[in-house]
């Protein structure tokens, strides 16, 4: 039931909204394109962006040369902004439509990246049938980036109320098979010139 009720929310979103009208919005994303860096991504590397919506990392992750790209997202409106907007470029990238919470990995990757969706699950089930799949669909020694509004960053968000996190409440929530590597603030202006302050935190995989 909750699925159906946050599909229609985010379906409804997109379809009153251009991708530049949404407050996550970034041209450029600088934060998470550094930090696909800073864990040896190569062009082969297989990465998932989950939650990965309308969002232009996919574009700049393309532009870099890199191969196996997946965007997983519960809206197929989203997907399909960023489908028609890569035009042809979008058949070397493979689309989910899908619930993190209930998606059924059939791939595994080495890097998940996750900017503005872990922080919308807001009770203990949801986050640990997220971690669940994440579990499943990375690889051993892989990468987690989760990107979160911070302990002082915004309580709602599109509508909805959100979970804020820091680097030590994702890091009990993803247990010992993982370990801090990077933690790190970032200040995000929204298209209306809004500040929101999020916390980008990103785990190596050790058993």
Request: glycine share 6%; hydrophobic share 40%.
């Amino acid at each position: 039931m909750k699925t159906t009720y946050l599909q229609a929310h985010w379906e409804n979103l997109y379809a009153t909204r251009s991708e530049t009208e949404v407050s996550w919005f970034e041209e450029v994303p600088a934060q998470s394109l550094e930090l696909i860096e800073l864990v040896g991504a190569q062009p082969a590397s297989a990465i998932i962006d989950v939650g990965g919506g309308a969002s232009r990392l996919v574009d700049n992750l393309l532009a870099k040369g890199f191969e196996n790209i997946t965007v997983l997202d519960l809206s197929a409106a989203a997907l399909n902004s960023a489908h028609a907007r890569l035009g042809d470029k979008a058949d070397a990238v493979k689309w989910i439509v899908a619930d993190a919470t209930e998606w059924r990995p059939t791939e595994t990757y080495d890097i998940w990246h996750d900017r503005a969706a872990f922080h919308f699950l807001t009770n203990e089930r949801e986050q640990r049938a997220y971690i669940q799949r994440l579990k499943q669909a990375l690889k051993p020694s892989g990468y987690v980036i989760i990107g979160t509004f911070a302990l002082d960053g915004p309580q709602r968000c599109s509508g909805l109320a959100v979970a804020r996190h820091s680097a030590e409440s994702l890091s009990t929530l993803l247990g010992s098979d993982f370990t801090l590597i990077d933690s790190r603030r970032r200040q995000h202006a929204t298209p209306w010139h809004a500040v929101q302050k999020f916390q980008f935190s990103t785990f190596r995989r050790v058993a």
